[in-house]
């Protein structure tokens, strides 16, 4: 089945602990982006890359790191959390970034809370 | 730059009415948009886009859109709403002149509740 994974899904942590969210998927796209969702917000970019070692910033990336090693995982690392990272973490692949406008796919979601 | 505006946070109507949730977008080209839904506790659905051609759009689940140029709108419409329809809309736009070339993405509006009442 073609989907997009992420882990985990629910996380609670402290202010300044490091994490990583991973994002994974299996229908060999070029594309892929982190979002974050807010209410009243809709979905900001985060980060997105064109393809393996090709990473760049997205509208709200501060406070965030990326990396694309592989062409299926894009792991989100928060290298000091802060509460207003607070959020629901979409991560989404697609097929082409350049030209055509292929649709997204995106994962289920990861809600983090930073205390 | 580019930007959606949804200016209905919550859309209620009652099933077999139809229904229509509202997107306005502003690009300096030609836009490419799309509709997305989002269930509870799942990550967005891609239902349908608008890329050029018929200016109405068919797409998954019996919804459709309309694209107008003249009043950049991008609306979501069906004609007969289900309770199983309820969950939280977005539009998005991506600019095909956007400064940041082809890899600039989609930027997506704040979202539309729509609840279907039985």
């Known amino acids: 089945e073609a989907q997009v994974t992420q882990n985990p899904r629910y996380l609670i942590t402290v202010t300044g602990k490091k994490l990583t969210v991973t994002c994974s998927q299996n229908?060999?796209?070029?594309?892929m982006s982190w979002y974050r969702q807010d209410p009243g917000l809709g979905l900001r970019q985060i980060y997105y890359?064109?393809?393996?070692?090709?990473?760049d910033k997205g509208d709200v990336p501060e406070g965030y790191k990326v990396s694309r090693k592989e062409k299926r995982n894009f792991p989100l690392i928060l290298e000091s959390p802060s509460p207003n990272q607070t959020s629901l973490y979409f991560c989404a692949s697609s097929s082409r970034g350049l030209g055509v406008a292929d649709e997204q796919f995106f994962g289920p979601g990861t809600r983090l809370t930073v205390l | 730059a580019q930007s959606v505006a949804q200016p209905e946070d919550q859309v209620n109507v009652a099933e077999g009415n139809p229904l229509t949730v509202k997107c306005t977008y502003s690009v300096s080209g030609n836009p490419y948009l799309f509709w997305y839904v989002q269930y509870p506790n799942r990550g967005l659905q891609f239902l349908l886009k608008?890329?050029?051609?018929?200016?109405l759009v068919k797409g998954s689940y019996g919804f459709e859109a309309e694209f107008n140029k003249s009043q950049t709108s991008f609306h979501l419409k069906k004609p007969s709403a289900l309770v199983s329809d309820s969950a939280l809309y977005f539009c998005a736009v991506r600019d095909l002149l956007s400064s940041r070339g082809s890899a600039r993405q989609l930027t997506f509006g704040s979202g539309t509740q729509l609840t279907v009442l039985p």
């Open positions: 890359s064109m393809n393996v070692e090709v990473t």
């Open positions: 608008y890329i050029t051609g018929d200016n």
């Open positions: 229908m060999n796209h070029e594309y």
